[in-house]
């Protein structure tokens, strides 16, 4: 399709509409629209004017767009996608080229590989496998309640889990309002933060929400953390008006409901866009070796600072970790989830391998099966 000077293409001025702009496209992601848009065959959506848009949820088939002139529903299957060679699900966060085709209604047409993506290991049964949760998340918030103990744990895995997105990891402890000794929290946070800025806010009083706003910029900015954490309560406060329900929290643990059920874009007025969560479950399958060594980046440097390269840290002579757990320099606790930790990741990918081993070895018996072909059928 050739476009006449004087009159720019519908994705140019979707690439300049204000509304993308907020959504956080930035101009090098505009080039790899363009591109991704030249990219797209003549044969998918013929004839139908390539957009630009981002996907600000998913739900069951349905890929709901921010698009130019408001937002807009594709179906996540189509001819036309696959036609255009569309390669994996739709996640929330994520850019493409749509056209409105002629059978089929709005139909994405490309998708930009993520250049960050929040992934979820699952393991099911004996299967691990990779999902991808939402993506071009620039800001991964690591969200800690403080109205109940402070998580180390769990704070670790999350810090893990955002480290390996490649955004840059924040922790957003909340409800500072009911705590007593908002210092002491903060060294604990701090001391288990591994180099990440600690931020702590309330909806409350206001607390922390300014830096907040500021950290989010005109980029997006996740919010991961348990439910009832506040993370909705959040997304309210920078937003100024009631966007996302909130929940009661249940008298006594302090643990709400799972009150958000889907991932989801919030943009905020100014620029910069939220992406809020459903409290998250079973983190302890999140876990890979890399992400566990960038939320102890205190034990790693240790561990590097062992005589032997492949220490275990239990009997060796000049052994750092062990020397550093001695003089208290590495607290008991923080090792301990570390081992921990490094182990769920290592079954994990054991797990994985296996299951790679055993497709390989079913690919294998079934081209067996076809080339001994004809004699099983007598
Ligand atoms: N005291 C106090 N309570 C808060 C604050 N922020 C949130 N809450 C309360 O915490 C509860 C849970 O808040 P939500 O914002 O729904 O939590 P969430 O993390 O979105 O929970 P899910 O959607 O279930 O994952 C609600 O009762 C909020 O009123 C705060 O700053 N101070
Ligand atoms: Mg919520
Ligand atoms: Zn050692």
Same mark, same amino acid.
């Given at each position: 399709?050739?476009?006449?000077p004087?009159q720019?293409s519908a !994705?140019e ?22 591109? +991704? ?13 390539r957009?630009?848009a981002?996907v ?8 709901h767009l921010?698009?130019?002139?408001? +937002?807009?529903?594709?179906a996540?299957?189509?001819?036309a996608?696959?036609?255009? *060679?569309?390669?994996?699900a739709?996640?929330t *966060?994520d850019?493409?080229?749509?056209? /409105?085709?002629?059978?089929?209604g709005p139909?994405?047409?490309?998708r930009?590989a993520?250049?960050t993506?929040?992934v979820?290991?699952? +393991? ?5 496998q ?15 309640p403080?109205?109940v103990?402070?998580?180390v744990s769990?704070?670790?895995?999350t810090?893990a889990?955002a480290?390996?997105s490649g +955004?840059?990891?924040?922790v957003?402890?909340t409800?500072?309002d009911v ?19 600690v931020?702590?806010?309330s909806?409350?009083?206001g607390? $922390?929400l300014e830096?907040? /706003? ?11 953390g348990?439910?009832?954490? *506040? ?15 909130v929940?009661a929290? /249940?008298g $006594? ?20 866009v939220?992406?809020d969560?459903? $409290? ?14 960038r ?22 002579? *000049?052994?750092a ?6 003089s208290?320099e !590495?607290p ?7 081992q ?10 054991v /797990?994985h391998?296996?299951?790679l ?10 081209r ?5 072909g ?5």
């Amino acid at each position: 399709m050739s476009t006449s000077p004087e009159q720019p293409s519908a !994705l140019e001025s979707d690439l300049a509409a204000p509304a993308l702009a907020s959504l956080g496209l930035a101009p090098w992601v505009a080039a790899l629209l363009r591109a +991704a848009a030249d990219g797209v065959p003549a044969r998918a959506a013929a004839g139908a004017e390539r957009r630009a848009a981002r996907v600000v949820r998913v739900d069951r088939g349905r890929a709901h767009l921010a698009t130019a002139d408001g +937002a807009v529903a594709a179906a996540t299957r189509t001819l036309a996608g696959r036609r255009a *060679g569309v390669e994996g699900a739709l996640v929330t *966060g994520d850019w493409v080229v749509w056209a /409105r085709d002629a059978d089929e209604g709005p139909a994405v047409l490309a998708r930009l590989a993520p250049a960050t993506a929040l992934v979820r290991r699952v +393991a099911q049964d004996d299967l691990s496998q990779q999902q991808e949760l939402a993506t071009w998340v620039d800001v991964v918030a690591v969200v800690v309640p403080l109205d109940v103990e402070v998580s180390v744990s769990r704070l670790e895995r999350t810090l893990a889990v955002a480290w390996e997105s490649g +955004a840059r990891p924040l922790v957003v402890a909340t409800k500072v309002d009911v705590v007593a000794d908002a210092g002491a929290e903060r060294e604990l946070l701090d001391r288990s933060a591994a180099g990440a800025e600690v931020l702590l806010t309330s909806k409350a009083s206001g607390a $922390g929400l300014e830096e907040l /706003r500021a950290a989010v910029g005109t980029g997006t900015l996740a919010l991961l953390g348990p439910s009832g954490a *506040g993370k909705s309560s959040l997304v309210n406060a920078l937003v100024g008006e009631e966007v996302q329900a909130v929940g009661a929290v /249940r008298g $006594g643990d302090g643990r709400g409901r799972h009150t958000t059920t889907a991932r989801e874009l919030v943009p905020l007025p100014g620029g910069g866009v939220l992406l809020d969560t459903p $409290g998250v479950r079973g983190l302890g399958l999140w876990e890979t070796a890399d992400g566990v060594d960038r939320a102890f980046e205190d034990v790693a440097a240790l561990a590097a600072r062992c005589r032997f390269a492949d220490c275990s840290h239990s009997v060796e002579p *000049g052994c750092a970790v062990t020397a550093a757990l001695e003089s208290g320099e !590495l607290p008991e606790r923080r090792w301990r989830s570390h081992q921990k930790l490094q182990r769920e990741a290592a079954a994990l990918a054991v /797990r994985h391998d296996e299951r790679l081993r055993r497709e390989q070895a079913r690919a294998f018996s079934k081209r067996v099966r076809l080339t001994a072909g004809p004699t099983r059928h007598r």
